[in-house]
Nanobody, 116 residues
Framework: QVQLVESGGGLVQPGGSLRLSCAAS????????VGWYRQAPGKERELVAI???????NYADSVKGRFTISRDNAKNTVYLQMNSLKPEDTAVYYC??????????WGQGTQVTVSS
């Protein structure tokens, strides 16, 4: 049974930083691309960043230069380092396999709130 558990969210002031973690189980982790997605109130869920099995990364234009996705295959964990946070980054953040995201299968996510 595939399980992805997000953690690390919280309240941060504009310009601050957070690091999100995503712990995976039930899969041969190193063989899968993993993405971070977010959903802000009243908006569609969007892909923020993704890392494939070769450690190649891709980012949404809105977070390029501020967010960094990385993976540690020994720990079955993906991270999202978020710097220079803006109020518009406020959202529930989810990690997921693209195949699970396509079937609308999501975990609980972690709330990130950027506010002074």
């Amino acid at each position: 049974q595939v399980q992805l558990v997000e953690s690390g969210g919280g309240l941060v002031q504009p310009g601050g930083s957070l690091r999100l973690s995503c712990a995976a189980s039930g899969i041969i982790f190193r063989l899968y691309a993993v993405g971070w997605y977010r959903q802000a109130p009243g908006k569609e869920r969007e892909l923020v960043a993704i890392v494939n099995m070769s450690q190649n990364t891709n980012y949404a234009d809105s977070v390029k230069g501020r967010f960094t996705i990385s993976r540690d295959n020994a720990k079955n964990t993906v991270y999202l380092q978020m710097n220079s946070l803006k109020p518009e980054d406020t959202a529930v953040y989810y990690c997921n396999l693209p195949s699970r995201a396509a079937t609308d299968n999501w975990g609980q996510g972690t709330q990130v709130t950027v506010s002074s």
